[in-house]
């Protein structure tokens, strides 16, 4: 009775994954986009004599997969076959097929729309998966550059109790103990339960453990009540609402939590310690987590990000789809946008090493131009029109190559997001004393005296362009990172917003063979 009970369990955990996001709403849609395909290929049948048919309905197949999940995929596939039976394959009108060769046909469409249906959702939920850890990381990035600043406890409570509401979308009560009695109001939210009052006074008094865990209250949800530091309950008691969770959820959402509360209680226990000393600790350990952070994320995105990229290169390589331009444009997008995705992670863990010091450049010998000819290559510049002006001699730079050809890149996809479309990059070099420049020059948005002050720090981006353009802030410090590497130094400047702006790199270039020896001994 066990296992039936829990295969019970796994079937009904899996029926409902297979609705979201979609539900209802999404069947409909799949049903929709069906009768749509149907509908444009009766009008054609009765123009032109149509071929095979049935690879028509991968269409809405895919489509359904990517917006509202496997359900409204799977109805997408049954209601396509029928669709083609029905309507298309003799006997008209019947759901029998007399030729076998086309029920052959819609078999094979059947596992094919499954693979693919597939595919699209877990590229759905992994894309999902990073655009969630891409905003906790940066969540927690500017919590901690707000603990760095505070000069008092109660701003502390206040950027604790703000950042938790952020973390796990839900109530948020912190309880900052207040007179010599133990009583406390809450910060932030006044609607708490009285009988979760009860439970952060006894925690607050000493009668009940600091890690008292989770609370229901009168309506059921659950209330997640412990001290922020659990060894000093004296700096104060934070109450959460889990709402009506599972134990799997609650116990995530807890893990969640104690990272930032030990975090704002370290803090806490500096406060009283001298200014400099303290902030001097926090930013470092904060620095080492959040490499730690970016790396571990990293290092998670490369496995299933691996296999969606394989997957993709085989459907691109297959007969069927290479025979539909629609899906072989759609299978191209996603593996080029794959192997995308592939070069930044890369590039977001070379750059952790070399700030680590884990990572060492490989120096040697390079052609500057044969460098820019290959970030200009492989890069996706949505059109623009790439202009580069190079001396006929140049001089040898002694540097590694990828990673100079990286940071290349990264500016010159940062020139192309930030420009209007049709727009020229523009991409100079020139001797410069004992350095060679390499300048790249757009006509978009401009540095603003803001931009100009943060450029170049982990995750910070604009006002500008937070709601308008995607990205993460990291693009201009791989950059900095990967020629800050090499020796040498990167700068923008821009003569205001919307007069666009120039990044120049700078590389060291030795003066003969001798220096060069004496840098690869050192």
């Not at 009970?5 to 049903?31: Q, R």
């Not at 069906?34 to 197949?61: A, D, H, N, Q, S």
Request: charged share 20%; hydrophobic share 45%.
């Amino acid at each position: 009775m066990s296992r039936i009970h829990t295969l019970a369990e796994k079937t009904t955990k899996w029926l409902w994954s297979a609705t979201e996001p979609g539900g209802t709403s999404g069947v409909v849609g799949a049903l929709c986009l069906v009768i749509g395909i149907t509908v444009i290929l009766e009008v054609l049948k009765r123009l032109v004599e149509l071929p095979p048919i049935i690879i028509t309905y991968l269409i809405p197949v895919l489509i359904a997969a990517i917006r509202w999940g496997y359900l409204s995929a799977i109805v997408a596939t049954i209601t396509g076959a029928g669709s083609a039976a029905f309507f298309f394959y003799r006997p008209l009108y019947t759901l029998y097929v007399e030729d076998p060769a086309r029920r052959l046909g819609i078999l094979i469409f059947a596992v094919v729309a499954a693979v693919a249906a597939h595919l699209a959702v877990r590229m759905r939920r992994e894309s999902e998966i990073v655009r969630k850890r891409e905003k906790e990381i940066s969540d927690l990035y500017a919590f901690s550059r707000r603990l760095a600043g505070t000069h008092s406890a109660s701003d502390i409570f206040d950027a604790i109790q703000k950042h938790l509401a952020t973390l796990v979308g839900r109530k948020v009560a912190l309880f900052e103990p207040r007179g010599p009695a133990g009583k406390s109001e809450p910060i932030g939210e006044g609607d708490v339960p009285q009988d979760i009052r009860a439970a952060v006074a006894s925690v607050i008094a000493g009668t009940t453990n600091a890690t008292a865990g989770a609370i229901a209250d009168e309506h059921g949800n659950l209330w997640l009540v412990r001290a922020v530091l659990p060894k000093t309950p004296d700096l104060g008691v934070v109450a959460i609402d889990l709402g009506r969770q599972t134990p799997e959820s609650e116990e995530e959402i807890r893990l969640r939590i104690e990272a930032v509360l030990y975090d704002a209680a370290s803090t806490l226990e500096q406060i009283g310690l001298a200014r400099a000393i303290t902030e001097v600790r926090m930013r470092a350990e904060s620095e080492r987590f959040r490499d730690a952070l970016i790396g571990s994320v990293s290092h998670e995105l490369r496995t299933p990000l691996a296999s969606i990229l394989g997957a993709a290169t085989v459907l691109c390589n297959a007969s069927a789809v290479a025979g539909e331009p629609r899906l072989a444009a759609l299978a191209n997008v996603v593996r080029d946008e794959s192997e995308r995705l592939n070069n930044e992670i890369q590039n977001l863990l070379d750059a952790t090493r070399i700030t680590g010091e884990a990572l060492q450049p490989k120096l040697e010998w390079v052609e500057v131009a044969d460098v820019v000819n290959t970030a200009v290559e492989r890069r996706r510049l949505a059109g623009r029109t790439v202009e580069v002006d190079l001396p006929a001699e140049m001089p040898l730079i002694h540097a590694d190559g990828v990673l100079i050809e990286k940071a290349l890149g990264q500016i010159l996809a940062n020139a192309a997001k930030y420009s209007p479309a049709g727009t020229k990059i523009k991409v100079r070099g020139w001797r410069d004393g004992g350095t060679f420049a390499l300048a790249v020059s757009d006509q978009g948005a401009g540095l603003s005296a803001d931009d100009s002050a943060h450029l170049g720090e982990r995750f910070f981006r604009g006002r500008r362009h937070i709601q308008t353009t995607p990205g993460s802030g990291l693009g201009f410090w791989i950059a900095n990172a990967f020629v800050g590497a090499n020796g040498g130094t990167i700068e923008a400047a821009s003569l205001g917003e919307n007069k666009g702006t120039t990044v120049t790199m700078r590389l060291p270039v030795p003066a003969n063979v001798e220096q060069l020896e004496s840098i690869s001994s050192d």
